[in-house]
């Protein structure tokens, strides 16, 4: 049996880095590009965020934060956490570490005041939306970077509910 570990971690950590420039590689094959949102790591620090790593059996293998947003006037809510960068590597996809993960940003984000759990993704990564959508989230408006394009889909969750 695996040891799957899930720690917090600085989003500028090399782990981090290393797993960003392959999810970066993933967007840029089903989407032609990369994601253009600017993170930072200040983003991702309690009490507004926090950035997760996974490991299996010590290994790299996933990650996933969630940051405070705050009212947009539109559709973000005060009291917004928002998803970002939840991968998990090929070699450990389809064994659950995307729902742990998922549901540890939730419990996290919950911990720290946030009420509301939001998201975006897009139509080339339908296994992100099966597991959003039987995560229990459902469609929002659009919101951020991507609002324009017409394949991004955005999803909401409450938290605590």
């Known amino acids: 049996m695996s040891e799957v570990v899930l720690r917090p971690v600085d989003y ?3 782990e981090v880095a290393e797993l960003e420039s392959q999810v970066q590689a993933e967007y ?3 989407y032609g590009g990369g ?5 930072q790591p200040e983003q991702f620090r309690p009490p507004r965020g926090l950035f997760l790593l996974l490991t299996v059996d ?9 940051r405070a947003r705050d009212a947009d006037g539109r559709f973000v809510q005060d009291g917004d956490a928002e998803v970002k960068r ?17 549901a540890e940003l939730e419990r996290t984000a919950a911990q720290h005041g946030r009420t509301r759990m939001i998201l975006e993704t897009g ?13 229990g989230y459902t469609e929002m408006g659009r919101f951020g ?8 889909r955005y999803y909401a969750k409450v938290l605590g509910g």
């Not at 010590?58 to 969630?66: D, E, L, N, Q």
């Not at 970077?145 to 991004?152: D, G, P, R, T, V």
């Open 12 to 14: 500028g950590v090399a």
């Open 28 to 30: 840029a094959r089903r």
């Open 35 to 39: 994601d253009d949102t600017v993170l």
């Open 58 to 66: 010590g290994v790299p293998s996933g990650m996933g934060g969630w």
């Open 86 to 102: 939840m991968y998990v590597v090929p070699q450990a996809q389809r064994q659950g570490h995307a729902r742990t993960l998922l």
């Open 123 to 135: 139509m080339a990564q339908p296994e992100a939306i099966a597991l959003y959508t039987s995560a």
């Open 145 to 152: 970077l991507y609002a324009h394009e017409e394949s991004a």
